[in-house]
C-alpha cells in the first residue's frame, strides 16, 4: 500500500514520549545554573497559569520560548550537556515500530513540537529512530561549532509554540506535496488543539480518562494508554481508510 496522498504530524513531549516532563526539564536540571533554574521557574509561574487557562497570546507564546532559550545560550550549555541530561529519556513503547511502518507504506511524518530541535534528534538517535522521521520542526539551537560546541543563539524563524502548529503543520504537507485536508496529527494536550488541519483530522493520547474527556474538544478521537502501540494500530487503520 501507498498511502501517496497522507501526511502525519506528531507532537513529541508526552506524545512520543511518557509524561514524565518534557525535555527542556530534563536539560533545565541537568545543565542550567542555579540563577538560571530560578530564571526558568519564574517564567513557569508566569506563564503556566494562562496557558492552561487559553489567555496565553501567541506572542506571550513566543517570549515565553524565547526567554528559555536565553538561558541555554547565557549558560553556555553544550551538546555533550544534553546528551547527558536525555540519556535515559525513553519513547513510548510501539512508537519505533509505528515510524517504522509509515515509512514503509511511504507516509511522511514530521514532528512539531514545543521544544528544542536538539533535544528531539539526540532522544531519537539514542532509540535509533531519527532516520525514520522526515522533518522536526522546533527552536534550533546555534552553537559555537570551533569550541566545545556551546550554545550561542538560535533561530528566530524556526519557533514552534502551540498558536503556530497549524502553520508549520500546513509547511509540511506542501514541501510534500500532498494535500493539507489529509494530514493527520496526533497530540496529547491543549497545546496541541492547533496540529494538523482540523479537529477530525487530529487523535490525542492521554493517560487518564478524566484527561482523555478534556481532550475531545481538541481531538476527534482519544486513547488512553501508557503506550503507543493503539494509537499506531488506529491510526494506520485511518491512513488505510483515507487512501
Sequence with gaps: MAA???TVVL???GTLTPKTGSLFEYVDRHAL????????RQMRE?????????????????????DSLKLYVEDSVTDCQVQE????????DGVVKCLQTLKNIGVPVAIVSYGVLQFIETVLDNHGA???VDVIYAAHMLYDSSGNGH?????SDSLVVPGNKDRWSRRFAEICGRPFEKQLAVGDSGADKRLGPCQGNRFGLADSIDEAERLTEFMSHVITSQRFDEMALFLLRNIMLRT
Excluded at 85 to 92: D, E, I, N, Q, S
Design 85 to 92: 541530561a536525555l540519556a535515559g529519556v525513553r519513547l513510548r
Design 33 to 40: 545554573s542555579e540563577a538560571s533554574l530560578v530564571a526558568s
Design 4 to 6: 501517496k496522498d497522507i
Design 151 to 155: 550554545y550561542i543563539g538560535y533561530r
Design 46 to 66: 508566569k506563564y503556566l497559569g494562562r496557558m492552561k487557562d487559553r489567555r496565553l497570546s501567541l506572542e506571550e507564546e513566543l517570549a515565553w520560548l524565547e
Design 11 to 13: 507532537d513529541f513531549d
Design 130 to 132: 531519527l532516520d525514520l
